[in-house]
């Protein structure tokens, strides 16, 4: 048994949607799901903002297979690869994996912990949510996640903005004052 960490993110044609097939993709091994998030892009490329969730999953799979388990989530959802840290259908990485303590590898088809997690607010926010005493392993040390946040520039943090759970009706826009 292990237990993993997941971060998912979408921002072309139907985000929601998207990540709900993720929630249903690991629906046997969900523990906890963050809501949904919009969040401002990271990574410099100029796009739409996203929406993001966490997830914590837990079951009989290594590392790998948490990583093939999502790849196939991608690809149900056409994901493509162009621009790297670009727009996508839907992302799915892999955060951390625990077996017995965090499993640690500097294998490039899979780093673990993500090594990027510790930079992304739109990661350690909604994992802060589902689990408020979260600890992330880095390479100056093991830190708690809340600790990581307060520690972000609070443009990164104010860029994540909650938008609703999964399962509520999207929320509808009302600021645009077209009815009338
Ligand atoms: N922890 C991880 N989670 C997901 N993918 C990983 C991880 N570590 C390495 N990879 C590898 O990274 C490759 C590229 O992934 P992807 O295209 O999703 O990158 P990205 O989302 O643009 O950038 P980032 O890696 O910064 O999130 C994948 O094919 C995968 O094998
Ligand atoms: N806010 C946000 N920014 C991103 C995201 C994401 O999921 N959310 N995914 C990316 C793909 O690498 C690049 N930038």
Redesign the pocket.
Known sequence: MSRAVL?A???VGDARGALRTVVDGFADELVAVSQVYA?????G?EQD??L?ITLVVEGNRTPREWLRRGAELEQAAHRTRDV???P?TL?VDVITVDDDGPVRSDDPVLTLPHPRAVH?A?VLVPWLEIDPDAMLWTPAGTRRVDDLVAALPSAERE?VRPAGRLDAPTPTDTSSGTAR
């Open positions: 971060s993110g979408a921002n969040t401002a892009p990271w990574g490329v903002d996203f993001n790297r840290w670009g996508r992302d992304r739109f860029g």
